[in-house]
């Protein structure tokens, strides 16, 4: 059995293909946009009429909706956390928000099930391994959760660690992620 090698070809065959290719091929560039129905010009039969140039959009400039910074103002933890979801859910696009520790139990939430909230146990143990990486913050992240995106921020104290998060339509910004991880931070300082 011979195996044939990339350099083999048969020259007659890829004339042919290549006689086929541009005899095919028009020597006159496409109009880009077609004529539609009978709105080609009465002067050239066959032609689209010109189209004119569109100018560029002008590009808008995003504004930047300014967060208020979080304040607390009850010394009682339930109020503190009831506080930074409400907070949340107020100045970040997202449909619901929760709090949990690092063992997956929901301290505070709203608009979230408890399902997605118990992903949280196995997720941050699972980072466990990734902070090792000198180099890498695995504080913070998004993951798909079927249709919807949960993004998260991770605060580590004495007592364990605690996990702020969303969930919307897509991860959060990083300028939102920082603003979350303070105001967690700030929250459990009190706790």
């Known amino acids: 059995m011979t195996v044939r090698s990339v350099s083999w070809t048969d020259p007659q065959r890829v004339t042919?293909?290549?006689?086929r290719v541009s005899t095919t091929r028009s020597r006159e560039p496409a109009p880009l946009v077609s004529a539609?129905?009978?709105?080609?010009?009465?002067?050239a039969p066959g032609k689209a009429a010109p189209v004119p140039a569109k100018a560029a959009p002008k590009e808008v400039p995003k504004v930047v909706k300014e967060v208020p910074r979080l304040v607390q103002t009850s010394d009682n933890p339930a109020d503190r956390l009831d506080t930074l979801v409400?907070?949340?859910?107020?100045?970040?696009p997202c449909v619901g928000a929760f709090v949990a520790d690092?063992?997956?139990?929901?301290?505070?939430?709203?608009g979230i099930s408890e399902a997605?909230?118990?992903?949280v146990g196995p997720l941050l143990s699972a980072l466990v391994g990734v902070r090792s990486i000198p180099g890498v913050d695995a504080t913070a992240g998004a993951l798909w959760l079927g249709a919807q995106m949960m993004s998260w921020v991770e605060?580590?104290?004495p007592r364990g660690g605690f996990c702020l998060g969303t969930v919307?339509?897509?991860?959060?910004?990083?300028?939102?992620?920082?603003?979350?991880k303070e105001a967690l931070e700030m929250t459990l300082r009190g706790l």
């Open 16 to 19: 042919s293909l290549l006689a």
């Open 36 to 43: 539609m129905g009978g709105a080609a010009r009465a002067g």
């Open 86 to 92: 409400a907070w949340t859910l107020d100045h970040h």
């Open 102 to 110: 690092d063992n997956g139990l929901t301290l505070a939430a709203h």
């Open 116 to 119: 997605h909230v118990s992903l």
């Open 155 to 157: 605060a580590r104290t």
């Open 168 to 180: 919307g339509d897509e991860a959060l910004s990083m300028r939102a992620f920082e603003q979350l």
